[in-house]
């Protein structure tokens, strides 16, 4: 069993940065890939991010390359969203997820959710 606890998210400017974290409990942290979604008023929930259990891959949706980074750091058992340039269309509720798939890029492939840290950028 993992759970997942969000923090981080908060309003900021267009072009400034947050930092989200995502704090794990559970023995079974470092076994897992790790992504972040968002979810806008009114869309589904989309993909942002991923690593692997390792660290050594990461994968980014076309909307956050470049702007956004992923990282983890297992020995405190938390996963990292830095987001950099931020623009009005990145305001969402940014929920993170753990997969034991080696490429979960879907929701299906994910376990366990967190509960969510809203994210407001203003123009």
């Known amino acids: 069993q993992v759970q997942l606890v969000e923090s981080g998210g908060g309003l900021v400017q267009a072009g400034g940065s947050l930092r989200l974290s995502c704090a794990a409990s559970?023995?079974?942290?470092?076994?897992?890939?790790m992504g972040w979604f968002r979810q806008a008023p009114g869309k589904e929930r989309e993909f942002v991010a991923v690593?692997?259990?390792?660290?050594?891959?990461?994968y980014y949706a076309g909307s956050v390359k470049g702007r956004f980074s992923i990282s983890r750091d297992n020995a405190r058992n938390t996963v990292y969203l830095q987001m950099n340039s931020l623009k009005p269309e990145d305001t969402a509720v940014y929920y993170c997820a753990g997969s034991p798939a080696a490429r979960p890029y879907t929701e299906r492939a994910y376990d366990y959710w967190g509960q969510g840290t809203q994210v407001t950028v203003s123009s």
């Open positions: 559970g023995r079974a942290f470092a076994r897992y890939a």
């Open positions: 690593i692997s259990w390792s660290g050594s891959s990461t």
